[in-house]
């Protein structure tokens, strides 16, 4: 396997630790600070404990400073008195050592309102819980929704000025035909007299139109799915020509193998646009 | 102050039934109400963009189709 290129490039290098060397060749440092203090002094950050650590040598034990020339000189005095105790931190700036801290502001002051404070964040928490678990379901069972596109292939709009009065359309709806009839005066009293207890399945005109006029079924026989004929038949309906079953006016089976009437499809009236929407 | 968080025990969380139910019923109310926010700020860092924003300027009368 090769090794991918190599993205940065090291390489040891000296910076120049001055810009200028003095003729003695001693580098020039100018503005540097010969004060800085040592370690364990505070920088400022004693917390208002301004106590030096004991275990700090003392500045006279060691020190650097500009000699003459440009040189510096550096000292140090070796078994400078050094305190190490058990521990380095700075005193505890107290009177008793013994005396307890004050702890009075961890003290309950209400103890109902702490039993509402605790009773109300474990509510909130199942709160957003719950409308988290909400969401995560609706959301989940969303995707096993139709999407936009397939309801919208699952919808067809057939415009009602396009039927002639006595006339059938047959369309095309999710793969099946779908027989409209507009119907004549004649034909729905003639459909609305008929006695339903000669019906093999009884049901009335009414329960089958939601306007008279229109009719809309699903023109697949009930006996094996065939597609019946329009305007034919004994009873002025449809007929199959695969078994002879035979339909009214009203979608209904009278005659033949068929068991059931033509099944009414879910459809809707757009009397805005004229139209009937199927599905 | 005392006297508001002891209304607020006695009615809520005395009962571990009212205060599931209440919770409940708060989830419902703070999905809606975070549904309700988050699309009204969406609707306006998005203003002008949105298709029933720019719908005027393109459908034309649903006449002689």
């Not at chain 1, 729905?188 to 089958?208: G, M, Y």
């Not at chain 2, 809606?32 to 009368?61: C, E, M, V």
Request: glycine share 8%.
């Amino acid at each position: 396997m090769a090794l991918p290129a190599r993205a940065v490039s090291l390489k040891p290098f000296n910076l120049a630790s001055t810009v200028r060397t003095l003729p003695s060749g001693v580098p020039s440092v100018p503005g540097i600070n010969l004060y800085a203090k040592v370690y364990g002094a505070d920088h400022g950050h004693d917390h208002g404990h301004s106590l030096s650590r004991s275990d700090v040598p003392p500045s006279w034990a060691s020190g650097i400073r500009l000699g003459g020339g440009s040189k510096f000189e550096s000292r140090t005095v070796m078994n400078a008195p050094v305190s190490r105790g058990m521990h380095t931190s700075t005193k505890v700036p107290s009177a008793n050592p013994y005396s307890v801290p004050d702890w009075s502001h961890y003290k309950t002051e209400s103890p109902s309102m702490n039993r509402a404070f605790s009773y109300f964040m474990v509510g909130s928490m199942g709160l957003l819980g719950a409308s988290a678990a909400k969401a995560t379901v609706t959301d989940f069972l969303a995707t096993m929704a139709a999407s936009a596109d397939v309801l919208a292939l699952a919808k067809v709009e057939v415009s009602m000025s396009a039927i002639p009065l006595a006339k059938n359309v047959i369309i095309k709806w999710r793969g099946k035909p779908v027989f409209i009839r507009h119907r004549t005066a004649a034909e729905i009293d003639d459909a609305r007299h008929v006695d339903l207890k000669s019906l093999r399945d009884p049901e009335t005109d009414e329960a089958r139109t939601k306007r008279p006029e229109w009719l809309v079924m699903l023109g697949v026989c009930t006996h094996l799915g065939c597609v019946p004929i329009g305007e034919s038949g004994d009873y002025g309906g449809w007929f199959c020509p695969c078994h002879g079953s035979h339909y009214d006016i009203s979608g209904r089976a009278r005659k033949g193998p068929a068991p059931l009437n033509l099944e009414i499809p879910p459809y809707d009236f757009n009397d805005a646009e004229e139209k009937i929407i199927i599905g | 102050m005392p006297g508001l968080a002891d209304t607020l025990y006695n009615t809520i969380f005395r009962r571990n039934s009212v205060f599931v139910a209440s919770i409940f019923i708060g989830a419902f109310g703070f999905g809606l109400a975070f549904d309700t926010a988050s699309n009204r700020f969406w609707d306006y860092h998005n203003r002008g963009k949105q298709w029933k924003d720019i719908r005027d300027k393109y459908a034309t009368p649903a006449e002689g189709e």
